[in-house]
């Protein structure tokens, strides 16, 4: 069985009672998915995040450990030949939202995110990718390069008939509105410390694009002469550009001298953001994947080498860099990046710790504000990093939903067959929480997040380099 993860890390997997039942191929990736010692946890609804479909469907062949029932099986040639082509461990993984839940609550933690990229990957080598499949993963590409994209999305929103002809021929659920890029996507060049004013996050509405308000200078505090990489993720980028200019200019009033991540000199498509990968990844297309992560590490080697923090924003993008690449076979390169990448938060909570981030900042209007974590983000325990940057300002009211995951999982939830059961996972805890305080303000700092709860319950949610924006002494906050 070829792997197109590197699964070597479970090599010596195996030798203890931990593990049991490894099945007869698959390798080390076979070792991986022996990982589960069958304890039926995931088959609980204690609180924390796995396992989302479980907890929608009360199904135990949509847990963890009913997949891995279905795959030792398929491993151990129980399913015929072509069992990752077949219809049983299609079902199997079909619901696995890769919320890495597992990958930290089970009790020995199993990695069903990684798994079912290795199974999205090997049934695509056997099937091929779907045309849908295709349009997303490459969705980074297709808004660089051709602009015509930006509209019809916006067209397709409008049109029912055009809605309806996408899920005819893509699958794309007609019922579900995608998100829309902005009209100018994110400008490093116009990136610098003298940040566009934009409107308070506390308000209804945020606007995106291109930004010609008045700039504002602010005093420098703490950071020093620090060096600070800022990686655009193509959500931000193309999507929601104010969330990097209002990182830009908190870092920047905080005293860190801030550049923004751009292509090596010698890439061959010099004016196309960076890129993670992790549209491609989480479709299983781990070539294309690998190809945007080697772009990405070229362009970062003299950060690594000098031991630079590279920063960024959107939680499944940069806890990738931090886990996923590790599976790529990228080598050393790999592991010196996950040693430097930080979630905004994650930097700033860091820096405070270490009293170099001193930066002060000023009460927001009164009000509480509901904050839903990121599952990548709870799995790595990212969330106590959020709940000490919020502590920083001042008589600041806020509130942690205990919720599982919100259900659009990237693409998942805009996909026809799985837009039901994605809302279903919503109502679980989240919807239900912002329904029980309608006056409050929401935070979110995955891209996904904020867009389910823009469907599902009709607010505006948004990112806390917004908010630390919006608190900045010297800003006017008029929400």
């Known amino acids: 069985m070829k792997h197109h993860l590197d699964w070597s890390s479970y090599e010596t997997a195996g030798q203890g009672d931990a593990y049991a039942g490894i099945p007869a191929t698959g390798g080390d990736f076979a ?26 469907t009360d199904d135990p062949a949509h847990s963890p450990g009913g997949r891995v029932k279905v795959l030792k099986a398929a491993l151990n040639g129980e399913l015929g030949e072509t069992a990752f082509a077949g219809k049983e461990l299609a079902e199997a993984m079909e619901l696995c ?5 597992c990958k930290r609550e089970c009790a020995n933690q199993i990695d069903m995110a990684a798994i079912k990229i290795e199974y999205q ?16 993963a490459s969705l980074p590409e297709q808004l660089q390069h051709r602009q015509f994209v930006r ?47 934009l409107p308070p996050c506390r308000g209804v509405e945020s606007l995106s694009g291109n930004i010609s308000t008045p700039t504002l200078t602010l005093p420098l505090h703490g950071g020093g002469d620090a060096n600070v990489i800022l990686f655009i993720d193509t959500f931000a980028t193309h999507f929601e550009p104010e969330i990097a200019h209002a990182a830009h200019q908190v870092l920047s009033a905080a005293g860190y001298n801030v550049t923004t991540l751009q292509p090596p000199a010698d890439d061959e498509e010099p004016e196309r953001a960076l890129c993670c990968g992790r549209t491609y990844l989480s479709l299983g297309q781990v070539e294309a994947a690998r190809r945007e992560a080697q772009r990405m590490h070229r362009a970062l080697r003299p950060a690594l080498a000098a031991g630079t923090p590279i920063v960024g924003l959107e939680p499944s993008c940069i806890l990738s860099l931090r886990d996923d690449h590790l599976k790529l076979g990228l080598g050393e390169e790999a592991i010196a990046l996950s040693k430097q990448v930080y979630l905004f938060e994650e930097f700033i909570a860091r820096e405070h710790d270490r009293k170099r981030f001193t930066l002060e900042f000023k009460p927001l209007p009164p009000g509480k504000t509901l ?22 300002i001042p008589e600041f009211e806020f509130e942690f939903i205990e919720a599982s995951c919100c259900g659009m999982a990237g693409s998942f939830g805009l996909e026809a067959e799985h837009a039901a059961i994605s809302m279903q996972m919503a109502e679980l805890d989240l919807l239900p929480a912002l329904r029980a305080a309608p006056d409050a303000a929401i935070l979110a700092n995955g891209f996904s997040c904020r867009h389910q709860i823009s469907e599902g319950a009709d607010r505006k949610a948004f990112h806390v380099a917004l908010l630390l924006r919006d608190a900045l002494k010297g800003t006017a906050n008029n929400s």
């Open 97 to 101: 939202v890769g919320c890495k839940g």
């Open 31 to 56: 070792k991986a998915v022996a990982v589960c010692i069958g304890d039926k946890q995931c088959q609980r609804k204690p609180k924390g995040v796995m396992c989302p479909s479980f907890r929608a």
């Open 151 to 197: 509209s019809l999305i916006r067209w397709r929103n409008r049109a029912p008939w055009l809605a309806k002809l996408g899920e005819t021929f893509f699958g794309i659920a007609a019922g579900r509105k995608l998100p829309e890029p902005a009209a100018v996507a994110f400008n490093a060049n116009n990136s610098s410390g003298q940040s566009p004013l």
């Open 371 to 392: 904050v839903h974590g990121h599952c990548h983000q709870k799995a790595v325990g990212a969330m106590k990093s959020l709940r000490k940057v919020l502590r920083l």
């Open 121 to 136: 990957a090997q049934r695509n080598a056997r099937l091929g990718v779907s045309w849908r499949d295709r349009l997303v």
